[in-house]
Protein backbone atom coordinates (compact mmCIF):
# COMPACT_ATOMS: atom_id res chain seq x y z
CA UNK A 1 0.00 0.00 0.00
CA UNK A 2 2.98 2.11 0.52
CA UNK A 3 4.52 3.39 -2.24
CA UNK A 4 7.53 5.97 -3.32
CA UNK A 5 8.09 7.70 -6.19
CA UNK A 6 11.46 9.50 -6.97
CA UNK A 7 12.24 12.46 -8.83
CA UNK A 8 15.10 15.20 -9.60
CA UNK A 9 17.32 13.12 -11.85
CA UNK A 10 18.76 13.57 -14.96
CA UNK A 11 22.64 14.67 -16.16
CA UNK A 12 24.81 17.33 -14.65
CA UNK A 13 28.41 18.13 -15.04
CA UNK A 14 31.13 17.03 -12.87
CA UNK A 15 31.51 19.62 -9.85
CA UNK A 16 27.91 20.43 -10.64
CA UNK A 17 24.77 19.92 -8.04
CA UNK A 18 21.90 18.02 -8.41
CA UNK A 19 18.97 16.94 -5.70
CA UNK A 20 16.12 14.05 -5.36
CA UNK A 21 13.27 13.75 -3.95
CA UNK A 22 11.39 11.10 -2.78
CA UNK A 23 7.60 11.25 -2.05
CA UNK A 24 6.27 8.80 0.46
CA UNK A 25 2.53 7.98 -0.19
CA UNK A 26 -0.10 5.29 1.84
CA UNK A 27 0.30 4.31 5.28
CA UNK A 28 3.58 4.96 6.11
CA UNK A 29 2.79 5.33 9.89
CA UNK A 30 4.33 8.39 11.92
CA UNK A 31 7.86 6.88 12.67
CA UNK A 32 10.14 5.65 10.05
CA UNK A 33 13.46 5.17 8.64
CA UNK A 34 14.23 6.77 4.87
CA UNK A 35 17.23 5.88 2.97
CA UNK A 36 18.76 6.01 -0.35
CA UNK A 37 20.38 3.86 -2.30
CA UNK A 38 22.53 3.14 -5.36
CA UNK A 39 23.25 1.36 -8.22
CA UNK A 40 26.03 1.96 -11.09
CA UNK A 41 26.13 -0.41 -14.25
CA UNK A 42 27.81 -3.60 -13.34
CA UNK A 43 28.21 -2.71 -9.81
CA UNK A 44 25.83 -3.99 -6.87
CA UNK A 45 23.31 -2.01 -4.69
CA UNK A 46 25.16 0.67 -2.17
CA UNK A 47 24.14 2.53 0.51
CA UNK A 48 24.45 6.49 0.40
CA UNK A 49 22.68 7.96 3.31
CA UNK A 50 19.89 7.35 5.48
CA UNK A 51 17.73 9.42 8.14
CA UNK A 52 15.39 8.48 10.60
CA UNK A 53 11.87 9.85 11.92
CA UNK A 54 14.15 12.03 14.81
CA UNK A 55 16.20 13.39 12.11
CA UNK A 56 19.50 11.28 12.83
CA UNK A 57 22.25 10.86 9.75
CA UNK A 58 23.78 8.29 8.47
CA UNK A 59 26.34 8.75 5.41
CA UNK A 60 28.40 6.49 3.27
CA UNK A 61 31.74 7.08 3.47
CA UNK A 62 32.12 7.83 -0.22
CA UNK A 63 29.66 10.91 0.05
CA UNK A 64 30.09 12.07 3.30
CA UNK A 65 30.52 15.95 3.05
CA UNK A 66 28.98 16.08 0.09
CA UNK A 67 25.72 14.78 0.05
CA UNK A 68 22.82 15.79 2.43
CA UNK A 69 19.69 14.19 3.83
CA UNK A 70 16.58 15.61 4.45
CA UNK A 71 13.38 14.78 5.11
CA UNK A 72 10.00 16.52 5.81
CA UNK A 73 7.56 14.44 8.11
CA UNK A 74 4.60 16.59 6.93
CA UNK A 75 5.50 15.94 3.37
CA UNK A 76 6.25 12.70 3.57
CA UNK A 77 8.77 13.41 1.07
CA UNK A 78 12.92 13.06 1.42
CA UNK A 79 15.76 14.46 -0.35
CA UNK A 80 18.99 13.85 -1.13
CA UNK A 81 20.82 17.34 -2.05
CA UNK A 82 23.82 16.24 -4.16
CA UNK A 83 26.92 18.56 -4.68
CA UNK A 84 30.57 18.55 -5.94
CA UNK A 85 29.21 15.36 -8.56
CA UNK A 86 32.09 12.85 -9.70
CA UNK A 87 31.06 10.90 -12.44
CA UNK A 88 31.39 7.77 -9.88
CA UNK A 89 28.14 9.55 -8.84
CA UNK A 90 26.46 8.09 -11.73
CA UNK A 91 23.55 5.44 -11.10
CA UNK A 92 19.94 4.52 -10.31
CA UNK A 93 19.08 6.43 -7.06
CA UNK A 94 16.85 4.24 -5.16
CA UNK A 95 14.47 5.38 -2.42
CA UNK A 96 13.58 3.48 0.88
CA UNK A 97 11.23 3.47 3.40
CA UNK A 98 10.40 0.68 6.22
CA UNK A 99 7.91 1.42 9.51
CA UNK A 100 9.94 2.04 12.46
CA UNK A 101 9.53 3.26 16.43
CA UNK A 102 13.56 3.14 16.58
CA UNK A 103 16.10 5.79 16.00
CA UNK A 104 19.27 3.95 17.13
CA UNK A 105 19.92 2.50 14.03
CA UNK A 106 21.97 3.32 11.71
CA UNK A 107 19.19 1.50 8.89
CA UNK A 108 22.39 1.58 6.28
CA UNK A 109 21.62 -2.05 5.15
CA UNK A 110 19.04 -2.77 2.23
CA UNK A 111 17.79 -5.35 4.41
CA UNK A 112 16.21 -3.06 7.00
CA UNK A 113 13.79 -1.52 4.46
CA UNK A 114 10.06 -2.89 3.42
CA UNK A 115 8.95 0.02 0.57
CA UNK A 116 11.23 0.52 -2.42
CA UNK A 117 10.63 3.21 -5.25
CA UNK A 118 11.40 2.32 -8.63
CA UNK A 119 14.37 4.87 -8.97
CA UNK A 120 16.08 7.67 -10.46
CA UNK A 121 18.83 7.91 -13.37
CA UNK A 122 21.84 10.43 -12.27
CA UNK A 123 24.24 11.02 -14.58
CA UNK A 124 26.91 12.98 -14.19
CA UNK A 125 29.32 13.57 -17.04
CA UNK A 126 32.90 14.36 -17.16
Known amino acids: QVQLVESGGGLVQAGGSMTVSCAAS????????MGWFRQAPGKEREFVAA???????TYADSVKGRFTISRDNAKNTMYLQMNSLKPEDTAVYYC????????????????????WGQGTQVTVSS
Open 26 to 33: GPTGTRSA
Open 96 to 115: ALTPTYLSSTSYSQDNEYRY
Open 51 to 57: IAWSGRQ
